[in-house]
Antibody, heavy 121, light 108 residues
Framework: EEELVESGGGLVKPGGSLRLSCAAS????????MNWVRQAPGKGLEWVAS????????YYADSVKGRFTVSRDNAKNSLYLQMSSLRVDDTAIYYC??????????????WGQGTMVTVSS | SSELTQDPAVSVALGQTIRITCQGD??????ASWYQQRPGQAPLLVLY???NRPSGIPDRFSGSNSGNTASLTITGAQAEDEADYYC???????????FGTGTKVTVL
């Protein structure tokens, strides 16, 4: 069964750091662009970052650029999100999602259950 | 980056048809994908590309693009279709992804 499982969320103070992980199983992880998407409590979905199968395709939302770093380890079937200089408005559920990429569309067809990040003093 | 605008909430009578719209600048270049999210659950892909449904998604879900508007149509809405719906597409850079503001669908 294809599955994504996020971990690493928790409570952190403003200005702090946190590293999220997303473990993939049941499919050829290295073949896909992977994404992080977040959802603040009671709010809509916000795309955070994309990481291609190799290191040449990496993009960030303006809201996190320079503070967050996405990476992956294809040997471990894992995607990561290193978050630093965290702000209160980074509080959200963070999902990883697989992308059925095409030049003219994306389709996030597999999602994890999400991991909650709370930034509060 | 671009914005994708959706109506905040719409309602539909059981068995009737509803169209959810998503307005943005880049639909002349990119297709939308659509996601259903029920409370407490992760989003679920229901439509993508020109009019493609993932396996297991009922054929009452269909999509279209016209000018700067992408639409998701539910023909014969069911009680289980009550959820939040989000569109997604590319921003002006062609690499950034953007989600719509979301539409809460109520089935009466």
């Amino acid at each position: 069964e294809e599955e994504l499982v996020e971990s690493g969320g928790g409570l952190v103070k403003p200005g702090g750091s946190l590293r999220l992980s997303c473990a993939a199983s049941g499919f050829s992880f290295s073949a896909y662009i992977m994404n992080w998407v977040r959802q603040a409590p009671g709010k809509g979905l916000e795309w955070v970052a994309s990481f291609g199968s190799s290191g040449s395709y990496i993009y960030y939302a303006d809201s996190v650029k320079g503070r967050f770093t996405v990476s992956r380890d294809n040997a471990k079937n894992s995607l990561y999100l290193q978050m630093s200089s965290l702000r209160v408005d980074d509080t959200a559920i963070y999902y990883c999602a697989r992308d059925l990429y095409s030049p003219s569309w994306d389709a996030f067809d597999l999602w994890g259950q999400g991991t909650m990040v709370t930034v509060s003093s | 980056s671009s914005e994708l605008t959706q109506d905040p909430a719409v309602s539909v009578a059981l068995g009737q048809t509803i169209r959810i719209t998503c307005q943005g600048d880049n639909f002349r270049n990119y297709y939308a994908s659509w996601y259903q999210q029920r409370p407490g659950q992760a989003p679920l892909l229901v439509l993508y590309g020109k009019n493609n449904r993932p396996s297991g998604i009922p054929d009452r879900f269909s999509g279209s693009n016209s000018g700067n508007t992408a639409s998701l149509t539910i023909t014969g809405a069911q009680a289980e279709d009550e959820a939040d719906y989000y569109c997604n597409s590319r921003g002006s850079s062609g690499h950034h992804r953007v989600f719509g503001t979301g539409t809460k669908v109520t089935v009466l």
